[in-house]
């Protein structure tokens, strides 16, 4: 059984589109987290959620929003793509908000084009 | 920048040699963690030392942990190809809810 799972793995769209990327946790944790690693690797929180709350928000565009509709799934809806959107987003879930431990999915290869 | 600093960013040893990787951080912690990513993959917990902790063993993992440098190394002993991968410490803060990555090593075990 997969304990982070996101959808879909790879994603390719042109410029101006707007798509959602998809996560479930079956690990009964209560915070979830969406992440940006670029091209050199660099691994940006942008989100976390705690219990459905949302209690990071870093300074990305508000093109981004996330959404919670329970603990166990954290979704990421990305309005009017641009060209530097390009990158892998990790979604990741820990027991609590205290930094514990973080399991992470595979990642969302995102290419706009 | 928040951003950890790791060194080296890149290394390359042969199989069965000791592989070292240190992290270096500037805000105060609770905890610091290291984790590997394969080429491709997701990121996979490896081990967490809390800040009032000095060393942690694990298997063939070493983590040792300096409060006082703000500074923590990962030593992976009689490396393996398999052992091939990034590697990223990251800071459990003692002000927020974040986990702060660094920018990662990346290994190469020469078979």
């Known amino acids: 059984d997969t304990a982070v799972s996101q959808t879909p793995k790879y994603l390719v769209t042109q410029m101006g589109n707007d798509k959602s990327i998809k996560c479930e946790q079956n690990?009964?944790?209560?915070?979830m987290y969406w992440y940006k690693q670029d091209s050199k690797k660099f691994l940006k929180i942008m989100f976390s959620y705690n219990n459905k709350e949302l209690i990071i928000n870093e300074t990305v565009p508000n093109r981004f929003s996330p959404k919670s509709p329970d603990k166990a799934h954290l979704n990421l809806h990305i309005n009017s793509l641009e060209l530097g959107d390009s990158a892998v987003y990790f979604c990741?879930?820990?027991?609590?908000?205290?930094?514990?431990?973080?399991?992470f999915g595979q990642g969302t290869r995102l290419t706009v084009v | 920048s928040q951003q950890g600093e790791e060194d080296p960013q890149a290394l390359s040893i042969q199989e069965g040699e000791n592989a070292t990787m240190n992290c270096s951080y500037k805000?105060?912690?609770?905890?610091l963690q290291w984790y590997r990513q394969n080429s491709g993959r997701g990121l996979v917990h490896l081990i967490l030392i809390r800040s009032n902790e000095r060393e942690k063993h694990s298997g063939r993992l070493r983590v040792t942990l300096d409060t006082s440098k703000k500074s923590s190394s990962l030593l992976i002993t009689a490396s393996r190809a398999a052992d091939t991968a990034s590697y990223f410490c990251?800071?459990?803060?003692?002000?927020?809810?974040?986990?702060?990555f660094g920018s990662g090593t990346r290994l190469l075990v020469r078979p």
């Open positions: 805000t105060s912690i609770n905890n």
């Open positions: 690990l009964g944790h209560d915070t």
């Open positions: 990741a879930s820990s027991r609590t908000a205290s930094n514990t431990e973080a399991f």
């Open positions: 990251a800071r459990g803060m003692d002000s927020s809810y974040k986990l702060i």
